[in-house]
């Protein structure tokens, strides 16, 4: 378990970008230059999720995104820029910046350029030339949905089912949330209609459009390519958190939990492709580790959420069958909620 202590987070300046020949400016393409000039070039996946969603769904999401990144290198050069953190709902802390987050300050990137090419937006920024997304494609549903014990993955350019979260300028350029950078602007946005796994929509992108940079808006809505398989365990184990988390973490486990690698056996390579680790050997710390949810989820699952009585006296057995005297809660519960639970 980690402590994330936001209010240290330094969010780096805007990185300074290049000007570009004007015909690989904003709205061009080497598509479109004499064939002695084309050259093989970088296309630019981006994507985005329902807001509302919270840090452990964008994580999946980005799993899936990985699968079907690893489809267009099959036939491209393409990189996934990562979507920068920031104003989700379980991050409550009124007087840090929350906005603009790199990837950087919660995982290793080299971790995960070992399994996809990977870059921070503020990178795409300087090597496309400016804060412009060429297509954007915001992926929903079908409207007449699919008839139960009938599956087929389909994907459609179909009309937008809802409202767009995007707005014309005067210059008619798109206007969104774009992770808080206020100034990126999109050049076209369709709504796709997709049912199926991620990499149905490699096809669209390889011949459909030839934008260099592509932005997948609701990219939750895409299931994953083959959950649980080999590509997916990559993909999910090249998501190491950032050095300086998991110092943190070390020393709050010392400190607190009296626990540590060496004694439980879970020594890390800072290279994850050369863990070989033998199922079963870990012994874990000398504590309970509990994640205790009192907010929003139990809002929707009343009737499967124990009492605030009643989750104590589940830790209390598990203390006892496990023969251990200390518990880590991570919990969303109000301060009167986390003083009753200290009592009991």
């Not at 020949?21 to 002695?36: D, F, N, Q, V, Y």
């Not at 804060?131 to 549903?141: D, K, R």
């Not at 350029?173 to 991620?198: D, H, I, K, M, P």
């Not at 590509?231 to 400190?255: I, P, Q």
Request: aromatic content about 10%.
């Amino acid at each position: 378990l980690l402590l994330l202590d936001l209010a240290t987070l330094t969010i780096p300046p805007p990185a300074a970008t290049q000007p570009l020949p004007a015909a690989l400016r904003a709205g061009h393409t080497t598509s479109s230059l004499p064939a002695a000039a084309a050259a093989p070039r970088t296309r630019y996946l981006l994507y985005d999720v329902n807001p509302p969603e919270g840090f452990n769904l964008r994580r999946d999401v980005y799993i899936r995104i990985a699968s079907l990144l690893k489809t267009l290198l099959k036939s491209e050069n393409w990189v996934l820029v990562l979507p920068p953190w920031g104003r989700l709902y379980h991050w409550q802390s009124p007087d840090i910046l929350q906005v603009r987050i790199p990837w950087s300050e919660f995982f290793d990137l080299p971790s995960l350029n070992r399994n996809i090419p990977v870059i921070e937006y503020e990178q795409f920024l300087a090597e496309s030339g400016g804060p412009f997304i060429e297509q954007i494609y915001v992926l929903q549903g079908y409207t007449e949905g699919w008839k139960e014990g009938i599956w087929e993955e389909k994907i459609d350019e179909r009309p937008c089912i809802d409202q767009l979260m995007y707005s014309k300028d005067k210059h008619e350029y798109y206007r969104g949330w774009f992770w808080g950078y206020e100034e990126t602007r999109g050049l076209n946005v369709s709504c796709l209609s997709v049912q199926g796994s991620a990499s149905i929509v490699a096809p669209m992108l390889l011949k459909n459009t030839s934008a260099q940079s592509v932005m997948l808006d609701r990219a939750e809505n895409l299931l994953h390519d083959h959950y649980g398989g080999k590509d997916y365990w990559n993909t999910r184990r090249s998501m190491v958190f950032a050095k300086h988390l998991r110092v943190v973490g070390d020393e709050f486990r010392n400190k607190y939990l009296q626990s540590t690698d060496e004694a439980d056996k879970t020594l890390y390579k800072e290279d994850w492709t050369q863990m070989k680790v033998k199922i079963g050997t870990a012994l874990g710390g000398p504590y309970l580790g509990v994640h205790l949810r009192r907010k929003d989820f139990i809002w929707g699952h009343r009737e499967d959420v124990p009492s605030l009585q009643g989750a104590v006296q589940k830790i209390r057995s598990l203390l006892e069958t496990q023969k251990l005297e200390k518990v880590f809660v991570a919990t969303d519960a109000v301060e009167e909620g986390r003083q009753m639970i200290g009592s009991l």
